[in-house]
């Protein structure tokens, strides 16, 4: 018998202690870290299981409408803020708050105040509430590194500038996963324990996918390297087989499958949206901060997506996310054009 994996297959890693192991590689850190990570855990729970709850609260009252006990029934996309909002504030580390359902960015009193600020999207894939496919949320964490008043100047910082990122996945099981900066490790709740439990150690991308997943019906706007990529992946004419096809239509659902699997998710630009749809600061950076920490790219049509600066919270850029090689077959393709330019 092999001990030793036999001890590894034992070893039940909840993501508390995972994350107190890697602070304890800091030893100047004093665990605001962990505490920070243990209120975001707290807030993907209360969103998983509001979640799993939507269609039965139908029942009794449409979201946004009244229930039968005369109560407001909240979206789950407001609701899911204000959870979000609430376990971050409450966490006493937190300095600024960017979300994707507030207009401005969120400054936190001077006496809850600490030092991170946290970028999110409560709930990603919205559209897909109703009909009960995969959802989530997605976070990215900076740090303000010097004791100076907070300003906006401190998340308008480029990905490559961030400290940890993830995401939270509430499909058929409830999947966390998070980059503290050193790999990516994913953990699946155990709803009977309550505890995200690690599952996926140290995933790395395939270096190459049979999977493309784009919302092809905005092909007659996308320009010529989108198009002769997406061509290429039907019809290779390379020798190489053709790629499939997967859209889920929630941005947290397809780059969890492409991590996994392999290939290529994009949001290009297109002549009604030059700058594409997906915003850089809470879905574009933590997304691209996994995929590079799992070995794959992330590119935005001109550059590294995280080498981008943002000049405002809401900002959006194109986006191509995946296994290496298929990110630079979308970059040659985008270097060949400018060369025709
Ligand atoms: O419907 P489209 O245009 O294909 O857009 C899908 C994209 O929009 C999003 O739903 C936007 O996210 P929100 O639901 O948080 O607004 C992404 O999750 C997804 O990748
Ligand atoms: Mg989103
Ligand atoms: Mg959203």
């Keep these: 018998m092999d001990h030793a994996a036999d001890a590894h297959r034992t070893d039940l ?34 969103v998983c299981s509001s ?11 449409l979201a946004g409408e009244t229930n039968v006990q005369g109560e407001e029934q909240k979206k789950l996309d407001v609701l899911s803020n204000e959870v979000f909002i609430k376990a971050l504030v409450s966490s006493g580390r937190t300095c600024i708050l960017v979300s994707e359902e507030d207009e401005e960015a969120m400054f936190v009193e001077r006496s809850k105040r600490g030092r991170y600020c946290v970028v999110f999207d409560p709930l990603d894939g919205s559209s897909n509430i109703d009909c009960g496919v995969s959802i989530g949320t997605i976070f990215g964490i900076y ?8 300003t906006l100047d401190d998340v308008l910082q480029p990905g490559k500038n961030l400290l940890a990122a993830g995401y939270c996945m509430y499909g058929s099981s409830c999947t966390l996963v ?3 900066g ?19 150690p140290d995933i790395k991308i395939p270096k190459k996918g049979k999977i493309y997943s784009v919302n092809e019906g905005n092909a007659k706007n996308w320009d010529g390297p989108t198009a002769k990529f997406v061509e290429k992946c039907k019809f290779p004419n390379d020798g190489s087989s053709s790629k499939s096809l997967r859209y889920v239509g929630s941005m947290v ?8 699997y392999g290939g290529i998710f994009l949001y290009p630009a297109d002549k009604k949206s030059p700058n594409g749809k997906l915003r850089v600061l809470y879905e574009i950076f933590p997304m691209s901060f996994l995929m590079e920490q799992a070995g794959g790219q992330a590119f935005t049509g001109k550059q590294r997506a995280l080498d981008l600066v943002p000049t405002k919270i809401h900002e959006r850029s194109p986006i191509f996310l995946g296994s290496y090689d298929d990110v630079e077959e979308i970059k040659a393709l985008y270097a060949a054009e400018g060369k025709k330019e």
């Design 253 to 260: 659902a397809d780059v969890h499958r492409t991590l996994l």
């Design 51 to 61: 979640v799993n709850k939507a269609g039965l609260a139908k029942l009794i009252g």
């Design 178 to 180: 998070l980059s503290t």
């Design 182 to 200: 050193g790999g990516v490790n994913g953990f699946t709740l155990d709803p009977s324990l309550g505890e995200f439990i690690l599952t996926h």
């Design 143 to 150: 740090m303000v590194k010097d004791n100076h008043e907070p």
């Design 13 to 46: 890693m909840t993501i508390t202690r995972f994350v107190l192991n890697e602070q304890s590689k800091y030893p100047e850190s004093r665990g605001d870290f962990t505490i920070l990570l243990n209120h975001i855990v707290l807030g993907c729970k209360f």
